[in-house]
């Protein structure tokens, strides 16, 4: 019943920054911490940061300091700020709803298109 929007990939030179954004929508009262996830081409899906409902925040180790996860939960709404980019993040990257389980990311298994994000000179 939750629908979920990624938007903000494209093509970026190494070093550049993208912002992406995801905007959930139909039954919103179903989640309350969202995540960021991408697949690479041949690869599985890899979790790449969660921000739970309590405030709390992490990331995968080659993501920590480079990226940001943020919410605005009036727009029921997403963001992940990319900063110096590599050409290893290259992926399609998709958000993902869940819960706060006693401080711990629990994915409810929905997904959206997923939006491509290219880094290449």
């Known amino acids: 019943q939750v629908q979920l929007a990624e938007s903000g990939g494209g093509l970026v030179q190494p070093g550049g920054s993208l912002r992406l954004t995801c905007v959930a929508s139909?039954?919103?009262?179903?989640?309350?911490?969202m995540a960021w996830y991408r697949q690479a081409p041949g690869k599985q899906r890899e979790l790449v940061a969660f921000?739970?409902?309590?405030?709390?925040?992490d990331y995968a180790d080659y993501a920590q300091g480079r990226f940001t996860i943020s919410r605005d939960r009036a727009k029921n709404a997403v963001y992940l700020q990319m900063d110096s980019l590599k050409p290893e993040d290259t992926a399609v990257y998709y958000c993902?709803?869940?819960?706060?389980?006693?401080?711990?990311?629990?994915?409810?298994?929905?997904w959206g298109q997923g939006t491509q994000v290219t880094v290449s000179s």
């Open positions: 139909g039954d919103i009262s179903s989640f309350n911490s």
């Open positions: 921000s739970l409902s309590g405030g709390r925040t």
């Open positions: 993902n709803t869940g819960k706060n389980v006693f401080g711990h990311w629990r994915s409810q298994n929905v």
